[in-house]
């Protein structure tokens, strides 16, 4: 029987460097729409949930996910691995797909490429949404894995609030332990100092100045890759 694939897009309104980023605009949609549009194009996901938390503002939410047919589940603000494992305790045999809602060009074809290696291969986590272990790729595409029970795993071992306000970080830190990988990205993704996350108003300025009249919802990662160096090149 094969696992089902569970994205879950880890999401709030608040944000310290750029408050209410989610609804700021890029182009024609909001930065969380570009996110859910782009990943529903998935071959191999089979269902999204948003993380998100219960402040009140965090409700704002609740019509995305009725817009685009996703379920919407609110949990902890600092507890992020505990509302991560609560969004989906109830489901068995799963695998984990943990999305990050600041990268709207989220490519759905690196998400398919990411969960057809990890069913493939024995490793307990696997990504291909940054620079990791120096794979390569560029910050803003891919994805991360593990399967839901070591998810559970987690959520039952790791007692420090630091690292339980990141879902992943524990593995990270404790790498020894856990058999990890970082995908290698093909030749025309291989450009690591690009990042096409938002974190800033500048990131949204940048992504905006690049991506007018030129990148869509189905505009591929390889493409969104050259109109970058094309703009650095313009540049210089």
Not at 8 to 27: E, T, V
Not at 111 to 138: P, R
Not at 211 to 230: D, F, P, R, S
Request: include cysteine; aromatic fraction near 10%; proline fraction near 2%.
């Amino acid at each position: 029987m094969s696992k089902a694939n569970i994205a879950i897009i880890q999401a709030r309104i608040g944000s310290s460097r750029l408050p209410g980023k989610m609804f700021k605009r890029l182009g024609r949609y909001y930065l969380i729409e570009w996110v859910i549009m782009r990943l529903k194009k998935s071959k191999k996901i089979s269902k999204i949930i948003l993380a998100t938390t219960t402040k009140k503002s965090d409700k704002k939410f609740i019509n995305i996910c009725r817009k685009f047919n996703i379920t919407f589940f609110s949990g902890s603000e600092n507890d992020v691995l505990g509302r991560f494992y609560n969004s989906v305790k109830k489901i068995k045999n799963a695998n984990i797909v943990r999305v990050c809602a600041d990268n709207p060009f989220i490519d759905p074809i690196e998400v398919d490429n990411l969960i057809s290696f990890f069913n493939k291969n024995k490793y307990d986590y696997v990504c291909n949404h940054q620079n990791k272990l120096k794979s390569g790729y560029a910050d803003g595409f891919g994805a991360e894995i593990l399967s839901i029970d070591l998810l559970k795993k987690l959520n039952q071992i790791v007692k420090e609030k630091n690292l339980r306000e990141h879902v992943t970080q524990y593995i990270w830190k404790k790498k020894n332990n856990f058999k990890i990988h970082s995908m290698k990205p093909s030749k025309d993704l291989s450009y690591p100092k690009l990042r096409f996350d938002v974190n800033t108003l500048n990131d949204l300025r940048y992504l905006s100045r690049i991506g007018k009249n030129k990148i869509n919802i189905n505009t591929t990662a390889k493409k969104i890759i050259k109109i970058a160096l094309e703009d650095i090149k313009n540049k210089n």
